[in-house]
């Protein structure tokens, strides 16, 4: 019994590489963000108070973080659920091809009793 769907397979892992990427690229844009509030704060003596300010900078990295995880969640998940379905498929068949066999071999070797023994006359 071979693998099936391939296709499948596939996808189910490009979505969960894919899950990785996004999520590493959702850290990265949310670190940089958080370092361009903090470094441009100092340099162009923006007050924490101001639009833009650290404060903004690390809301807008606390969302895009919370994002990037949904979004990594979300897709890791669907790439596992592609895995949950492949698995139930070929363990159906594999208890379908076992269970025939077994069906299969009952039919032909059926139980049968011992033969009696020939009476002995005497005469």
């Not at 990427?21 to 844009?29: E, P, S």
């Not at 958080?34 to 639009?51: D, F, P, W, Y």
């Amino acid at each position: 019994m071979g693998k099936r769907f391939t296709a499948l397979r596939v996808t189910g892992t490009i979505l969960k590489v894919l899950a990785w990427v996004v999520l590493l690229l959702g850290l990265f844009a949310a670190t940089v963000i958080l370092i361009m509030a903090l470094t441009l704060e100092n340099q162009l003596g923006i007050t924490s108070l101001e639009v833009g300010g650290p404060l903004a900078g690390i809301a807008a990295f606390v969302v895009i973080l919370v994002i990037a995880l949904l979004q990594f969640l979300f897709l890791y998940a669907l790439g596992e659920s592609i895995y949950v379905v492949l698995s139930l498929e070929e363990n159906s068949r594999r208890t379908a091809y076992f269970s025939q066999q077994l069906f299969n071999a009952s039919q032909s070797a059926p139980f049968a009793s011992a033969p009696a023994p020939a009476p002995d006359y005497e005469e």
